[in-house]
T-cell receptor
Framework: AQSVTQLDSQVPVFEEAPVELRCNYS??????LFWYVQYPNQGLQLLLK??????LVESINGFEAEFNKSQTSFHLRKPSVHISDTAEYFC????????????FGQGTELSVKP | NAGVMQNPRHLVRRRGQEARLRCSPM?????VYWYRQLPEEGLKFMVY????????ESGMPKERFSAEFPKEGPSILRIQQVVRGDSAAYFC????????????FGPGTRLTVT
């Protein structure tokens, strides 16, 4: 069965510092990868996705993630974080053969300090 | 275009009572997914439905839980005889088709069992 591992449960950083949130998934023939962000007491918002094509995908607010098939990873990065980026981030995978259900990692709590 | 709507946002039930959670997908979306988020954990898939059909219920507990998505009206997740372990946030997501892997999430229903 497909699984997702987020290696860090909490990541504290200072404002304007770079950040990387790590995500690894179990191998599959083909996968579709997602990062979702959850602000306190809210639902999940899609941050970015990899379906096919370029392995580097970007969001509108400066985040990017790179699909690395050989390392089965999809790490999320931002070169300079803001206080408003404080939230929980979830990596998810769908293998497309199970009707599109998402398998989520445990989440990484990003805390940006001034 | 209204997003995915869930109600109630908060629900308190005593042990043994029934809980009914409602989800109205985005306009034009006929695929609904339910996920559960236990405290300090990521989201776990429960069930995937299309109009009038359950497609995948591999994540549903075998007893007390049921889901439906009628031809008219919202999708309903029903939990009978709730227990304290059912306390969690329940999220609904919708998608226009199984080939569109992007899912749009509602704000969730936070169930507390006392």
């Amino acid at each position: 069965a497909q699984s997702v591992t987020q290696l860090d449960s909490q990541v504290p950083v200072f404002e304007e510092a770079p950040v990387e949130l790590r995500c690894n998934y179990s191998s599959s023939v083909s996968v579709y990868l997602f990062w979702y962000v959850q602000y306190p007491n809210q639902g999940l918002q899609l941050l970015l996705k990899y379906l096919s094509g370029s392995t580097l995908v970007e969001s509108i607010n400066g985040f990017e993630a790179e699909f690395n098939k050989s390392q089965t990873s999809f790490h999320l990065r931002k070169p300079s974080v803001h206080i408003s980026d404080t939230a929980e981030y979830f990596c998810a995978v769908s293998d497309g053969n199970q009707g599109g259900k998402l398998i989520f990692g445990q989440g990484t709590e990003l805390s940006v300090k001034p | 275009n209204a997003g995915v709507m869930q109600n109630p946002r908060h629900l308190v039930r005593r042990r043994g009572q029934e809980a009914r959670l409602r989800c109205s997908p985005m306009k034009g979306h006929s695929h609904v997914y339910w996920y559960r988020q236990l405290p300090e954990e990521g989201l776990k898939f429960m069930v995937y439905l299309q109009k009038e059909n359950i497609i995948d219920e591999s994540g549903m507990p075998k007893e007390r839980f049921s889901a439906e998505f009628p031809k008219e009206g919202p999708s309903i997740l029903r939990i009978q005889q709730v227990v304290r372990g059912d306390s969690a946030a329940y999220f609904c997501a919708s998608s226009p088709s199984a080939q569109i892997y992007e899912q749009y999430f509602g704000p969730g229903t936070r169930l507390t069992v006392t």
